[in-house]
Structure formats: structure tokens, C-alpha cells
């Protein structure tokens, strides 16, 4: 069993920056890849960002690229998503999920392939 918590959830400008943690306890976090997804209100959840249980590998959602970051510290069980240049419609609940197996580029960015998820950190840019 692993338990994920996400925190660094805040209101910014737009412009602005984040950074939002997931660390997890429980089993080795170190056998599992992590993705972050986000849902706005009305709408369905949608793929943000993956990474590896390396590192080594990571994939992003169009919207997000070259904005955002993800990175890990496995000393740490720790995830982060570094989200840069904010935009009102990056606004949403952010959730960390995490999967154990070998890393997929497809497969990351399917909900329903993670085994564990955190509870969510509002993310709100404001124009």
C-alpha cells in the first residue's frame, strides 16, 4: 500500500509559479512511476505530467509543455511538479497518482492504469 499527499496548492496570478509536492509513504516509492493529473470544475480529468521510477523517463500533456517540470527525489519519497507561467485555465485540483511497473509513455497518461492517488491541492491562477 502506498498513501500519497499533495500539498503546494495556492491562488496566483496569472504569470506565476508553483511548486506541488507529492510524497508518499507506505512501500518502496522508488518502484513507482508517478503521474500528475488535474480536473477543473465541469470538467473530465485530464493527464498533466509522468515521470519514471528513475527519473529518467518523463512525458507531458501538450498543454503543459515547456511550463511545467516534473522531477523526483526518491531519498525524499517525494514528487514535484514545477509549474511556471501559470494560466487561468491551468486552474484545477491537482492529483499524484502512482503505478508500479516498468515505464510506458502510453500507459502514463491513463488514469486508470494508477493503483494509488493522492487527495488533491487546489491550483487557481487568476487573471
Known amino acids: 500500500q502506498v498513501q500519497l499527499v499533495e500539498s503546494g496548492g495556492a491562488l496566483v496570478q496569472a504569470g506565476g509559479s508553483l511548486r506541488l509536492s507529492c510524497a508518499a509513504s507506505g512501500r518502496t516509492f522508488s518502484n513507482y512511476a508517478v503521474g500528475w493529473f488535474r480536473q477543473a470544475p465541469g470538467k473530465e480529468r485530464e493527464f498533466v505530467a509522468a515521470i519514471s521510477w528513475s527519473g529518467t523517463f518523463t512525458d507531458y500533456a501538450d498543454s503543459v509543455k515547456g511550463r511545467f517540470t516534473v522531477s523526483r527525489d526518491n531519498a525524499k519519497n517525494t514528487v514535484y511538479l514545477q509549474m511556471n507561467s501559470l494560466k487561468p485555465e491551468d486552474t484545477a485540483v491537482y492529483y499524484c497518482?502512482?503505478?508500479?511497473?516498468?515505464?510506458?509513455?502510453?500507459?502514463?497518461?491513463?488514469?486508470?492504469?494508477?493503483?494509488?492517488w493522492g487527495q488533491g491541492t487546489q491550483v487557481t491562477a487568476s487573471s
Open positions: 497518482a502512482a503505478r508500479r511497473g516498468s515505464y510506458n509513455s502510453i500507459l502514463a497518461s491513463r488514469g486508470a492504469m494508477y493503483d494509488y
